[in-house]
């Protein structure tokens, strides 16, 4: 799902709103989220998930095409876990049969 596919799903839910007032929520949220992260500060929401920033530290790395060995400098990555029931409700009902790779069955 798009971000505007999010906001089209949302306005057809709640026509009590305007686009463009939906589209503001969507947008407020992921800015408040990105500034939480940017802060270093962990985001929760509840039966969700959580938004957290992993550091990785400076290292060594390798150039793969000639070997060289090449600095790799730290830095941080945004790391989201899913939530017991986000992943609850992703797994209910859903079963997966060996051998059918991506294929799921009822």
Do not use: W
């Not at 990785?56 to 000639?66: D, I, K, S, V, Y």
């Not at 060995?69 to 049969?97: C, H, I, Q, W, Y």
């Amino acid at each position: 799902m798009t971000k505007s596919e999010l906001i089209a799903d949302l306005s057809a839910a709640n026509p009590h709103l305007r686009g463009q007032d939906v589209e503001l929520i969507v947008a407020t949220v992921f800015n408040e989220i990105t500034a939480a992260l940017s802060r270093g500060e962990r985001v929760e929401l509840r039966g969700f998930g959580a938004f957290t920033v992993k550091r990785r530290e400076a290292r060594t790395g390798r150039n793969p095409r000639t070997g060289e060995a090449v600095p790799v400098d730290e830095k941080a990555a945004p790391f989201f876990k899913a939530g017991k029931e986000l992943r609850e409700r992703v797994n209910r009902g859903k079963r997966r049969t060996a051998g059918h790779k991506g294929r799921v069955t009822a």
